[in-house]
């Protein structure tokens, strides 16, 4: 006699939807609830009600249930918003996924180009420079965090387009410089700190200064050889 014939018989007695699970399905084995499946996995398996199933189906099973949750819950995070690869294997495990689940769940990601470090990096740094404001110095930090590849960083940052990078530091700094009050070496010193904050380059931040304090001076002038200031 063989381990299978060995083995109780285990007959699909019920399969019921989810009232909340959406996709899911509860297995009831000889009249008793076994275990719940995504309906991927229904189909995969043929779980239809009058069906026998074997001990070891049903590891197979558990399986192809852990792996198709971890994919689809790295699904979910990447249609929030862009991941890298890093960002995702840990949001998994902070799920408790175990790791060789999360492996075959992000090589299939990685497989479909749903996960691309990459195009991660040039996206993010496009919407750093442009949209938020930030330098190249806070760029790179923000994409080490984020797990990416020295190599893949530096392709980012080579991507930026300088004048885009001064053009927001400059709009920062003219903000930064109209709500900053005392003289034009405090101001300067004020808004200065401020920039190098923002991850500009100390070359881009003594660029902007330079102009911010021409015009400061040049306002003054103004002001002073002004006939009917008394």
């Known amino acids: 006699m063989n381990s299978e014939e060995q083995q109780p018989l285990l007959i699909i007695t019920k399969v019921e939807k989810q009232k909340r699970g959406k996709h899911r399905y509860n297995i009831f084995l000889n009249e008793e609830y076994a275990f719940s499946v995504h ?46 690869l890093s960002e995702v294997k840990r949001k998994l495990k902070e799920k408790g996924f175990e790791v060789p689940i999360i492996a075959w769940a992000c090589e299939k990601l990685v497989q479909q180009n749903y996960i691309n470090d990459e195009e991660f990096a040039k996206m993010w740094t496009d919407n750093r420079i442009i949209s938020q404001r930030k330098g190249r110095n806070l760029i790179r930090q923000e994409l080490q965090q984020r797990g990416i590849d020295k190599e893949l960083v530096k392709n980012a940052m080579e991507t930026i387009n300088p004048d885009d990078e001064y053009t927001g530091a400059m709009k920062l700094g003219q903000t930064k410089w109209k709500q900053t009050s005392g003289k034009t070496m405090d101001r300067k010193r004020k808004t200065g700190a401020f920039l190098m904050r923002r991850g500009y380059t100390g070359s881009i931040v003594n660029k902007v200064l330079g102009v911010l304090s021409s015009e400061s001076s040049e306002e003054e002038f103004e002001i002073s050889d002004d006939p009917f200031d008394c």
């Open 39 to 84: 309906e991927d996995i229904l189909i995969k398996h043929r779980l239809n009600k009058g069906e026998t199933i074997h001990l070891q189906e049903i590891e197979s099973i558990t399986l192809d249930e852990e792996q198709n949750m971890a994919y689809i819950k790295a699904i979910s995070m990447i249609g929030r918003r862009p991941h890298s």
